[in-house]
């Protein structure tokens, strides 16, 4: 095809599709309907996974974590990182980290006078905790948060634990744990604060402790932690990151993604995306077969008029590209008017979103002890958009392709005198 012919194949091909409007407008409105469904599923997707996520990280060790090899599969304070405060000026330094912080993590016996239950505390620096980098600090709270590293006697437990060990604001309760030698040692504290996350699990076994007084009574020097926990702007960022840190991270510590150190939430995630991208599959399969029927039925309805346009000189591959054009401008057209109708209703759900609360009830309900938003929101990555265009205008392309090949066969000695 030559390159003064492209443009007038193109002219011909956008007259061509609008010849049959009623048709054009139906296969138009397949392509905006599938794009509807493939935008709301992924960007409902793209939202809800994204907000896991980064709850997940607030709660627990950030969008990356540093720490002992094997602590991941076995958890005691013996596996420690050495020189946390060099781990964290090496993750400050990398563009996609916004916030670190250092972290003791363990498990521990809590009694009171009524009752005793073991659980998994942590203890942290409250100065150094915000709500980038903590969610707690955005749960319901009764009492007050923890105020220092070195609070003598301070203790905050989840409003389910709590409720388990018939403990309240000001009551003393007794904790239990083994230090870095194997030694039992035990700490007496007082409830500070009692807190409501939404996660059953997680408010039915949260411990916080001032990080300061637990390094002391573990044995810990003054730069020994459990982990460092590395906060992203974006945690799609995370595996770059952790490849970056693994290399600086201090023997024998290792940099994890968010994914590497849960597991059970990246499995829950992958699971829903799978299915997702299999539904859109078939939202796919069926816009195809119905471009395809507009364009055959199209080719075969212009049998003469192609056979005619053969004769007069048209080449085969010219009679293709018209066909493969008209495939195009309907792609074009119908992602254009997918892009108008969906932008109304996108920014409504992406800004407002939807409330479901009463789903979920007064309980709530959690993944992987992440705790399950109230509200469902809509938003897409930029990615995954451009990659719904290119999905539906590949489909739409090859949807054209065998009636572009039936046209550019077309032989002018027996349509011409098709009736």
């Known amino acids: 095809m030559t390159s003064k012919s492209r443009p007038r194949l193109a002219t011909m091909a956008w007259r061509n599709i609008w010849r049959n409007r009623r048709r054009t407008l139906i296969t138009v409105f397949g392509i905006v309907f599938g794009v509807f469904m493939a935008v709301l599923f992924t960007g409902i997707g793209d939202a809800t996974y994204s907000q896991m996520i980064d709850?997940?990280?607030?709660?627990?060790?950030?969008?990356?974590?540093?720490?002992?090899?094997?602590?991941?599969?076995?958890?005691?304070?013996?596996?420690?990182?050495?020189?946390?405060?060099?781990?964290e000026a090496a993750a400050a330094r990398l563009p996609e980290v916004v916030a670190t912080t250092t972290r003791i993590t363990g498990a521990a016996m809590l009694a009171t006078a009524s009752n005793s239950q073991g659980t998994f505390f942590i203890a942290f620096d409250p100065a150094r905790e915000t709500h980038e980098t903590f969610g707690l600090l955005d749960a319901e709270w009764e009492g007050e948060p923890l105020r220092a590293a070195d609070q003598p006697r301070a203790v905050v437990l989840g409003k389910v634990l709590a409720d388990n060990l018939g403990a309240k604001l000001g009551s003393k309760v007794v904790y239990t744990m083994t230090d870095r030698q194997g030694e039992i040692v035990s700490g007496l504290a007082r409830v500070v604060g009692l807190v409501k996350t939404g996660a059953p699990s997680v408010d039915a076994g949260l411990c916080l402790l001032p990080i300061d007084v637990v390094r002391q009574q573990l044995g810990y020097a003054?730069?020994?932690?459990?982990?460092?926990?590395?906060?992203?702007?974006?945690?799609?960022?995370?595996?770059?990151?952790?490849?970056?840190?693994?290399?600086?991270?201090?023997?024998?510590?290792?940099?994890?993604?968010?994914?590497?150190?849960?597991?059970?939430?990246?499995?829950?995630?992958?699971?829903?995306?799978?299915?997702?991208?299999?539904?859109?599959?078939?939202?796919?399969?069926?816009?195809?077969?119905?471009?395809?029927?507009?364009?055959?039925?199209?080719?075969?309805?212009?049998?003469?008029?192609?056979?005619?346009?053969?004769?007069?000189?048209?080449?085969?591959?010219?009679?293709?590209?018209?066909?493969?054009?008209?495939?195009?401008?309907?792609?074009?057209?119908?992602?254009?008017?997918?892009?108008?109708?969906?932008?109304?209703?996108?920014?409504?759900?992406?800004?407002?979103?939807?409330?479901y609360s009463a789903m979920l009830g007064s309980g709530g309900a959690e993944v992987a002890g992440v705790a399950m938003a109230p509200i469902l929101y809509v938003r897409i990555y930029p990615e995954s958009a451009l990659a719904i265009a290119g999905v539906v205008l590949l489909a739409t392309l090859v949807s054209g392709l065998y009636p572009a090949w039936r046209a550019g066969r077309v032989d002018p000695a027996e349509t011409v005198r098709l009736v």
């Open 55 to 87: 709850h997940a990280a607030r709660l627990g060790g950030g969008h990356v974590v540093v720490q002992h090899r094997e602590y991941q599969d076995l958890p005691t304070v013996e596996h420690t990182v050495t020189d946390a405060p060099a781990v």
């Open 222 to 355: 003054d730069d020994e932690a459990t982990m460092v926990a590395v906060f992203l702007r974006d945690h799609r960022d995370a595996v770059a990151v952790a490849a970056a840190l693994d290399e600086q991270a201090p023997e024998p510590a290792v940099a994890l993604t968010w994914a590497d150190a849960q597991p059970d939430l990246a499995a829950f995630i992958a699971a829903k995306q799978g299915g997702a991208r299999f539904f859109e599959v078939i939202i796919m399969v069926l816009l195809a077969a119905g471009i395809f029927n507009t364009l055959f039925v199209s080719v075969m309805e212009r049998l003469r008029e192609l056979g005619i346009m053969a004769a007069i000189g048209f080449s085969p591959r010219q009679l293709f590209g018209l066909v493969m054009w008209e495939s195009t401008w309907l792609a074009l057209v119908g992602l254009l008017g997918s892009v108008l109708v969906i932008a109304g209703p996108y920014g409504y759900l992406a800004t407002k979103g939807i409330d």
